[in-house]
T-cell receptor, first 112, second 113 residues
Framework: DAKTTQPPSMDCAEGRAANLPCNHS???????VYWYRQIHSQGPQYIIH???NNETNEMASLIITEDRKSSTLILPHATLRDTAVYYC?????????????FGTGTRLQVTL | KAGVTQTPRYLIKTRGQQVTLSCSPI?????VSWYQQTPGQGLQFLFE???????NKGNFPGRFSGRQFSNSRSEMNVSTLELGDSALYLC????????????FGPGTRLTVT
């Protein structure tokens, strides 16, 4: 699985968009980008994933650059409950094997 | 639908003892994975079970083992506990074919003294 690089921490004002970057310059053609988050003292939560097209769901949007070397997770209207550690993970979607390799993630602090 | 449940939530053991942790996946999920989370090493994959068979294993010593039952419930066992085994142990379940979307339980906080 390709390595990812994320900033260790970010701040965001409540109600504003939170844009969390992730670099994955060694990503290969069959590897997907996944985002999970972990709110303090809870298990990680799946947010979104994508291969090369931008994706959107009820939680967030995922923007992947054309060369696929980086991506951005966007929380359109951050709330205090979005304060968490966000993990960007790159892996092949083998369809069966479930191993996730977590990095150190970005600690997002949403403030009033 | 009930989420992933883990028991016990908190556990204190002494060095040299062994411990068994339990995980009940979401109904219909047949894949169960285990992770260890520590402040120093972060979240690390332990192993994955599917249809009562270990399908994938992380880089942990043989003291860490697991099993899965026919109802998809899973247990993990750590023998000869060491201080460094103090961690949050997380279980995750997923549907076959949607392995990227794993649902995590709240974890078991193990403290080894």
């Amino acid at each position: 699985d390709a390595k990812t690089t994320q900033p260790p921490s970010m701040d965001c004002a409540e109600g504003r968009a939170a844009n969390l970057p992730c670099n994955h310059s060694t990503i290969s053609g069959n590897e997907y980008v996944y985002w999970y988050r972990q709110i303090h003292s809870q298990g990680p939560q799946y947010i979104i994933h994508g291969l090369k097209n931008n994706e959107t769901n009820e939680m967030a949007s995922l923007i992947i650059t054309e060369d696929r070397k980086s991506s951005t997770l966007i929380l359109p209207h951050a709330t205090l409950r979005d304060t968490a550690v966000y993990y960007c993970i790159v892996r092949k979607n083998t369809g069966t094997a479930s191993k996730l390799t977590f990095g150190t993630g970005t600690r997002l602090q949403v403030t009033l | 639908k009930a989420g992933v449940t883990q028991t016990p939530r908190y556990l204190i053991k002494t060095r040299g003892q062994q411990v068994t942790l339990s995980c009940s996946p979401i109904s219909g999920h047949r894949s169960v994975s285990w992770y260890q989370q520590t402040p120093g090493q972060g979240l690390q994959f332990l192993f994955e079970y599917f249809s009562e068979t270990q399908r994938n294993k992380g880089n942990f010593p043989g003291r860490f083992s697991g099993r899965q039952f026919s109802n998809s419930r899973s247990e993990m066992n750590v023998s000869t506990l060491e201080l460094g085994d103090s961690a949050l142990y997380l279980c995750a379940s997923s549907l076959v074919g949607r392995s990227y979307e794993q649902y995590f339980g709240p974890g078991t906080r193990l403290t080894v003294t």
